[in-house]
């Protein structure tokens, strides 16, 4: 799978390739899907695990704010795998915090880490994953120096800018039917820059009754 997103020219990072091939994908689809293929995969709840290509290029986006000791926050953290990838990069020194609305979903991502190479920083504590709702962050740990939002928001919501650290990047893809990936830096100031990285396709950020409407 990392070799195609090499190939393809979707992993350009050294790092985000050894993370991805140091995380194995197939921990944490459901029994029966194929995790390797580049597709995002249903995962229940009306929720999907992102497609690899969104993974390496979140990651991407990321990277320089993922170095040992760094701080990262995981919103819509679903199945857990890219929260796992921040607490490889991070490293013991550092903090990943995931949040995900679905307790269902927060119980089977704490199951899928304790199966994996990140366990140990779960073990330790600088991984942790809490039911939530994202769209408030996760103050306890604020600021963060990395930010990634895993559902699409109409707009970004303001208690993820404020728990962005100066120098900080934030990674959410904004939008209703027609999405675009967002890449926010704040700056040093405080003063925000957003460029536009490409278009996208992620389930909604929103209400845990909106989400499982109808489910
Ligand atoms: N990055 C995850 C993506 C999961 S899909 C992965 O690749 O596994 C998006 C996730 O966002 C779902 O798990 C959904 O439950 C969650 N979500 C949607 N709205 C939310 C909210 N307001 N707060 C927390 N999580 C939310």
């Not at 979140?58 to 921040?86: I, N, W």
């Not at 915090?97 to 199966?115: C, R, T, W």
């Not at 209703?176 to 278009?199: A, C, M, P, R, W």
Request: proline share 6%; charged share 20%; net charge neutral.
């Amino acid at each position: 799978m990392v070799e195609n997103l090499k190939r393809y020219g979707v992993i350009s990072s050294k790092r985000v390739a050894q993370v991805m091939e140091a995380l194995d994908r197939g921990l944490f689809v459901p029994v029966g899907s194929s995790a390797y293929v580049d597709t995002p995969v249903p995962i229940g709840y009306n929720a999907t695990i992102s497609a690899p290509h969104m993974h390496a290029t979140c990651l991407q986006l990321l990277e320089d704010k993922l170095h040992p000791g760094m701080r990262a926050l995981d919103v819509g953290s679903g199945t857990g795998y890219l929260t796992g990838c921040f607490a490889l990069m991070v490293g013991a020194e550092g903090r990943v915090v995931g949040v995900d609305h679905i307790p269902e979903l927060v119980d089977m991502s704490i199951k899928n880490i304790e199966k994996s190479v990140a366990a140990s920083f779960l073990k330790k504590g600088s991984l942790s994953l809490h039911v939530g709702d994202g769209r408030k962050g996760w103050q306890e740990f604020a600021p963060y120096d990395a930010i990634h939002v895993g559902a699409a928001a109409s707009e970004i919501p303001q208690p993820l800018l404020d728990q962005l650290k100066p120098g900080g990047r934030m990674v959410i893809p904004l939008g209703t039917y027609f999405q675009e990936l967002k890449v926010i830096d704040k700056n040093e100031d405080g003063s925000i820059k957003v460029h536009t990285e490409t278009s996208v396709r992620y389930v909604p950020l929103t209400s845990r009754v909106e989400q499982l409407g109808g489910f």
